[in-house]
């Protein structure tokens, strides 16, 4: 979340010069991505003037369609990422789509585009009664932990008034 001012604080084009170089890079460089926008902005036209600004000679760049997810033994694909932003979209309507595409791929947000990712592959590979009974129960009762955790923070049930107001608490 410590990146969200510095990101909202950038022009639209720039927000999705970010979101695309970031995308080709990982999240790991998003600081230096931010700082070579503020110093260099007018001059990088595209997310390769952006990259190219970067040193990436500690790390490796990360495939643009598929991001090295947290635990190391599963791939986030693009679609994953692009969900995760539709979902912060719906949340946040006024939120712009650079901005919800960056989020989707930071740090804060990692864990949640992990449950994006193994959620797909859970239910792509379910194929029978009892995985997807097992599943089904999974989520409801992870559902009712969410809904509890938000019940007890007035700061959530605020956030969740305001992004959908049909929500209520049980």
Same mark, same amino acid.
């Given at each position: 979340?410590?990146?969200?001012?510095?990101?909202? @604080?950038? /022009?639209?084009?720039?927000?999705?010069?970010? &979101?695309?170089?970031?995308?080709?890079? %990982?999240?790991?460089?998003?600081?230096?991505?931010?700082?070579?926008?503020?110093? /260099?902005?007018?001059?990088?036209?595209?997310?390769?003037?952006?990259? %190219?600004?970067?040193?990436? /000679?500690?790390?490796?760049?990360?495939?643009?369609?598929?991001?090295?997810?947290? @635990?190391?033994?599963?791939?986030?694909?693009?679609?994953?990422?692009?969900?995760?932003?539709?979902?912060?979209?719906?949340?946040?309507?006024?939120?712009?789509? &650079?901005?919800?595409?960056? !989020?989707?791929?930071?740090?804060?947000?990692?864990?949640?585009?992990?449950?994006?990712?193994? /959620?797909?592959?859970? !239910?792509?590979?379910?194929?029978?009664?009892?995985?997807?009974?097992?599943?089904?129960?999974?989520?409801?009762?992870?559902?009712?932990?969410?809904?509890?955790?938000?019940?007890?923070?007035?700061?959530?049930?605020?956030?969740?008034?305001? @992004?959908?107001?049909?929500?209520?608490?049980?």
């Amino acid at each position: 979340m410590r990146h969200v001012d510095a990101v909202q @604080s950038l /022009s639209e084009s720039q927000k999705a010069i970010l &979101a695309k170089a970031v995308s080709k890079v %990982g999240i790991g460089h998003i600081t230096t991505c931010l700082a070579a926008l503020k110093k /260099s902005g007018d001059s990088i036209n595209n997310e390769n003037d952006l990259i %190219g600004m970067l040193d990436l /000679s500690e790390t490796t760049a990360v495939p643009s369609n598929e991001t090295e997810n947290v @635990s190391g033994d599963r791939k986030v694909e693009d679609a994953d990422v692009d969900y995760l932003a539709s979902v912060l979209l719906k949340c946040y309507p006024d939120m712009p789509q &650079a901005s919800a595409d960056a !989020l989707g791929l930071s740090e804060v947000m990692a864990p949640s585009l992990d449950v994006v990712a193994t /959620s797909r592959l859970a !239910l792509r590979d379910a194929k029978s009664d009892f995985v997807i009974t097992a599943l089904y129960t999974l989520f409801e009762e992870k559902l009712d932990e969410i809904e509890q955790i938000i019940a007890s923070n007035p700061a959530f049930v605020r956030a969740m008034q305001l @992004s959908r107001p049909d929500w209520k608490p049980n």
